[in-house]
């Protein structure tokens, strides 16, 4: 909640932030896990509403939102446009085909898009020759991104999409 007038101040609209929590959850589980952090969550978007910024959850492979069945548990469950998810395809399976679905699954509920995907520079904590590093960049990697601007295209999705990669070492 501390950022957001800043945020609002400086003419930003989106916080991306992470969930915390377990991943894995089996679906009664993950139902209840993701209900309660969304209910958490409410007095921090009744604060982005009030500031007119929204806030965008990353989907990560190591906590509670990251599984496709956890992004979409949340689009189905989300209260407000001002809480949405950031997709961030290198925390999903590399499938272009699953991921450009996903993209549909989610519709307007998706805030933010890293236009970014796995590769060993993504986790690693020893260097990484650059071009390594590199395949994490759309057309640079294996992970055909086609399919997933696509379904951007067809759900009109109108919300920013970053080129993004990890530094290896950070």
């Known amino acids: 909640r501390e950022e957001l007038p800043f945020l609002q101040r400086h003419g930003g609209r989106l916080v991306v932030a992470n969930t915390g929590g377990p991943p894995g959850l089996a679906a009664a589980e993950l139902r209840r896990e ?3 952090f969304i209910e958490g969550m409410k007095p921090v978007v009744e604060a982005a509403e009030a500031h007119g910024v929204s806030i965008a959850i990353e989907g990560h492979s190591k906590m509670l939102i990251g599984s ?8 189905e469950l989300t209260p407000s446009p001002r809480l949405g998810l950031a997709l961030a395809p290198a925390h999903l399976p590399q499938d272009a085909d699953l991921q450009a679905a996903l993209v549909r699954d989610l519709g307007p509920a998706l805030a933010h898009v890293y236009a970014w995907q796995h590769s060993a520079g ?13 395949e994490q960049l759309p057309g640079v990697g294996p992970l055909d991104f086609r399919p997933l601007l696509a379904a951007l295209r067809e759900i009109d999705y109108a919300g920013l999409i970053e080129v993004f990669m990890h530094p290896t070492p950070r």
């Open 34 to 36: 993701v209900t309660r």
């Open 68 to 75: 496709p069945d956890s992004l979409r548990l949340f689009a």
């Open 122 to 134: 993504v986790f690693e904590k020893r260097p990484v020759p650059p071009e390594t590093q590199l």
